[in-house]
């Protein structure tokens, strides 16, 4: 599974071929199509469904049949193929019809449809840069000064860079600000037989700090149809992107290149599909069900433009693929999906990106190396914990060291991007901790594990809030930032959690309008679907479905509180979002700020029209609404009172949300 001489130079070879094919398809798009993607375009790509389980010997023939190119079945169906057409242009802005009656009227094809590409951007690119500084690494002492009083550190020449995993105030940094890993370590715990795979623009496989590690078995690239995930040469390396996130995962440890990864011990997987000039949902939906019995994390440093204006999600094959993974992936525990929570900064909100906004995905916020956000961080009532990304020092070093193409190392990876990546290696150390590990438990252990530490909104709006059940929390981190150390501890002393439900507890549907000045104050009453088989007692997710239209969709902010009086601001302004045609259509806003709260009781929904900060002289804009339905996602019984008794001190969380639930605070 993991020679990192796998696939080898003919594989590469091969891969040249095909990238330079890739790299030509921006010139054969029609004028303006590719710029800005402003909307969706036709590409020569068809989803084709036979009327019967005939296999690939049937498509094959239909294929031939029809002068389409069978590529692959779809996430392993026995009826559902990927076919193109090479007749057809890459790009286009209209349906080819009469390609889609050929398919259509052919006796074994049941439906056929023509795919739409979109754009996907990869988060927080830097041009590459090469640093190397070999440092001896010391000998340290434990900071809990237990039983493990001496720690050894790696020898890797940029580990002494690596602030996120060993914060000693480098790079004008907080001391103790990290991810804790290194105590991880010493609890002995590298990610052994664990697998993340990297979605992202191929993994340079070759690395002297991959190779060993690569897991080429579950490996493939879904842009150019073969097994070997290798990055599309350019002159600004643009490409490093998918081989600077799988640095950070499972860089190994002591080989004297670049530094180590969080989970140096584990296996690293290629999944190449951002190299194109669209996205289609069949090339999403085939990466994110890829092997989900031999991968268990998926890391995603990318998703819908963050241009502070655009609503975009998973389309319907993909939310298929990612609802299959927690449901039936690593043998029916669920695959771990880890999502960058986005670039846009302060004027865009991932609550508008489907992908980090999903209860099926972990949304991961970065901090910097002082404790603060990033200027390009976004914030939502969706992120559940945060990582780190870059410093604020000017220095080189300050950004997030890792590998970089062929066999170089950067110390200036930043952005979300670097952020997700490191969650998914602290969660690679709780899969080797607890193999039986489900989806669900992955998000309660981070919850449950999560610090507070040095972070803070240095503007001084976002404040750590205690919600109904004692659970600190705040809008731009989360739960805090992951601690490796702890997360292990607790998921190897780990039982498992209650069945989850969801209970849908009702509609507002009447239309009403509002405008500066006049906001809407709306409210339902939940019972918790009590007596019933969806019964929710403890929340995990709460989602907000609204349809809404606005003059000025950017102006529009929507705040939900909850019977225990935590409120979250489920949308904030986004002020270059001058839709006033679209708005919202159902769209499922999801907050994770009443984790483990009470159900029941009155749960209202504020919708305010306000003047964008600065804008004295703003039209007076209005707006229409027209539905909301909440539906809440939880368990019948009290999420933790199973748990083994912990440490003093050690999940301060656990045992203040256990007494919560003892005394009543959240008792029905």
């Keep these: 599974m993991g020679g990192g001489a796998s696939g080898g130079w003919p594989g590469v070879m091969t891969k040249v071929v095909s990238v330079m ?7 054969l ?26 296999g690939e010997r049937v498509a094959r023939s239909v294929a031939d049949q029809t ?75 434990s900071r809990d000064g237990g039983a493990h009083a001496q720690l050894q550190l790696p020898t890797d020449p940029d580990f002494p860079k690596e602030w996120y995993l060993r914060n000693t105030g480098q790079s004008k940094g907080v001391p103790g600000l990290d991810l804790n890993v290194v105590e991880a370590w010493n609890m002995g715990y590298t990610g052994k037989g664990v697998t993340t795979a990297i979605m992202d623009d191929g993994i340079d496989y070759l690395h002297e700090d991959l190779k060993y590690n690569y897991n080429a078995e579950a490996s493939y690239d879904f842009s150019s149809n073969d097994p070997y995930p290798y990055p599309r040469y350019t002159d600004t390396w643009f490409n490093s992107h998918g081989t600077r996130c799988a640095g950070e995962v499972s860089a190994a ?15 690293v997987a290629g999944l190449r599909m951002l190299d194109q000039p669209f996205m289609t949902d069949l090339i999403e939906a085939n990466a994110m069900g890829h092997m989900p019995n031999v991968i268990d994390i998926y890391s995603a440093s990318w998703g819908p433009t963050d241009d502070g204006k655009t609503v975009d999600g998973p389309r319907n094959l993909t939310m298929r693929a990612i609802v299959n993974g927690v449901n039936n992936g690593r043998n029916g525990r669920g695959n771990i999906y880890v999502w960058a929570s986005g670039d846009g900064g302060p004027n865009d909100d991932c609550n508008c990106d489907g992908y980090a906004a999903s209860m099926w995905t972990i949304s991961i916020n970065s901090a910097t190396n002082d404790g603060r956000t990033a200027g390009y961080d976004e914030s939502c009532s969706s992120t559940l914990a945060s990582t780190f990304s870059n410093g604020k020092s000017s220095s080189h070093d300050a950004g997030v060291a890792t590998t970089d193409l062929y066999n170089n190392c950067t110390a200036s990876h930043s952005g979300t991007s670097a952020a997700a990546p490191e969650a998914a290696g602290v969660f690679a150390l709780a899969l080797e901790a607890n193999r039986n590990l489900t989806w669900r438990d992955i998000q ?23 919600n109904g059940a004692r659970l600190e929390f705040n809008h731009l981190f989360g739960f805090g930032v992951l601690d490796a150390a702890a997360m292990v501890d607790l998921a190897a002393q780990w039982k498992g959690l209650p069945e989850r439900f969801h209970c849908t507890v009702g509609t507002v549907s009447e239309e009403q309008e509002f405008s500066f000045g006049n906001n809407i104050r709306m409210t339902v009453e939940s019972d918790g679907c009590v ?7 403890y929340l995990e997710h709460v989602q907000a479905y609204v349809t809404l239209r ?32 679209n708005g919202f259509t159902r769209w499922p806003f999801m907050t994770t700020h009443t984790w483990a709260e009470v159900s029941r009781g009155t749960w209202t929904l504020d919708v305010v029209l306000e003047p964008l ?34 440490p003093e001190g050690m999940h301060a969380k656990l045992e203040m949300v256990r007494r919560a639930h003892e005394s009543g605070v959240v008792m029905v």
């Design 444 to 466: 309660h252990l981070t919850v449950l594990t999560s610090k507070r530490n040095s972070l803070y909104d240095s503007n001084g709006v976002h404040r750590w809030q205690l």
């Design 613 to 646: 900060l600065g804008d004295f002289k703003a039209e007076p804009h209005r707006g229409v609404f027209k539905e909301w339905t909440l539906v809440l996602h939880g368990t019948k019984e009290a999420p933790y009172a199973h748990q083994p008794p912990t």
């Design 21 to 27: 094919m890739v790299a030509m398809l921006g010139l």
């Design 253 to 267: 440890r002591d080989n004297d290149v670049c530094g180590v990864g969080v989970a140096y011990g584990s296996m």
């Design 550 to 581: 606005s003059t000025y969709r950017g102006c529009v902010t929507m705040y939900l509180t909850s019977p225990m009086n935590t409120t979250s601001m489920i949308l904030s302004q986004r002020p270059n979002d001058d839709d006033d045609k």
């Design 531 to 537: 007596g019933t088989e969806n019964e929710v007692n």
């Design 29 to 54: 798009l029609a004028p303006g199509v590719t710029e800005g993607l402003e909307r969706d375009v036709l590409t020569n790509q068809w989803l084709i469904e036979l009327n019967h389980a005939g």
């Design 67 to 141: 002068g389409f190119t069978y590529v692959a079945p779809v996430m392993g169906s026995d009826t559902q193929f990927h076919f193109l057409h090479p007749g057809v242009a890459h790009a286009r802005v209209r349906r080819s019809v009469p390609h889609t009656r050929l398919l259509r009227a052919h006796p074994h094809v049941k439906t056929a449809v023509q795919l739409t590409g979109f754009l996907r951007q990869k988060r927080g690119f830097k041009p590459a840069s090469r640093d190397a500084a070999a440092q001896s690494a010391p000998v340290i002492a």
